[in-house]
């Protein structure tokens, strides 16, 4: 099976610009969530979509949106970058049914905002 | 705010156990633990979850105590390769699945 992939790997913006990070489910995987990761912290929950739907949402601002496509994949977009945002964006796929399925994560994307 | 806490390093020698503590004494009664691990450059990867038995996998072992306000995650024989940082979490099954990660426990498997 295929795991989840994100691209691109790293990326460099200035601050006040856009950037839209991509994310391949897990084959099979009909739920994506995004989480932010700073240095030395544990991730943080963005947000989740499921059936193209935002089905959750942590504390950040509505400068970050997201997308979740009719094959599953997704987007995350964030304007109005700010030195803060810089970080590890992580995505994870996992498959909602009426049980329980893990959550699997890309290896992420390192976005650095100057 | 993370609802475990663990300590913020252990060392263990290779081909040794490796048991790693978590406390969550809020823990409420619909509540399972989960554990992640994070190596380095990588995203988490799931390693075990349970409710209030033991469990096991290929991975390792999952010990929750009686009275489910602590855990212990136990590597059987450690390896260079489970060097990661290991992440204690709470969650209600079959909810949002927002997963909150704290600090967790930066494991080292020395030679």
């Known amino acids: 099976e295929t795991g989840v992939t994100q691209s691109p790997t790293h990326l460099i913006k200035t601050r006040g610009q856009q950037v839209t990070l991509r994310c391949s489910s897990q084959?099979?995987?009909?739920?994506v969530s995004w989480y932010q990761q700073a240095l030395g912290q544990g991730p943080q929950f963005i947000f989740q979509?499921?059936?193209?739907?935002?089905?959750g949402r942590g504390n950040f601002p509505p400068r970050f949106s997201g997308l979740q496509f009719p094959n599953y994949s997704s987007e995350l977009n964030v304007n109005a970058l700010e030195l803060d945002d810089s970080a590890l964006y992580l995505c994870?796929?996992?498959?909602?049914?009426?049980?329980?399925?893990?959550?699997?994560f890309g290896n992420g994307t390192r976005l650095t905002v100057t | 705010d993370a609802k475990t806490t663990q300590p913020p390093s252990m060392d263990c020698a290779e081909g040794r156990a490796a048991n790693l503590p978590c406390n969550h004494s809020?823990?409420?009664?619909?509540?399972?633990v989960y554990w992640y691990r994070q190596i380095h450059s990588q995203g988490p990867q799931y390693i075990i979850h349970?409710?209030?038995n033991n469990e096991t996998n290929e991975m390792a072992s999952l010990i929750i105590t009686e009275d489910r306000k602590s855990s212990t995650l136990i590597l059987p024989h450690a390896t260079l390769r489970d060097t990661a940082v290991y992440y204690c979490?709470?969650?209600?099954?079959?909810?949002?699945?927002?997963?909150?990660f704290g600090k967790g426990t930066k494991l080292t498997v020395n030679p």
């Open positions: 994870a796929s996992s498959f909602r049914t009426g049980g329980w399925s893990p959550l699997h």
């Open positions: 084959s099979g995987h009909n739920t």
């Open positions: 979509y499921y059936r193209e739907e935002e089905n």
């Open positions: 809020t823990i409420s009664g619909n509540e399972y």
């Open positions: 349970g409710l209030k």
């Open positions: 979490i709470v969650l209600v099954q079959g909810g949002s699945e927002k997963l909150v």
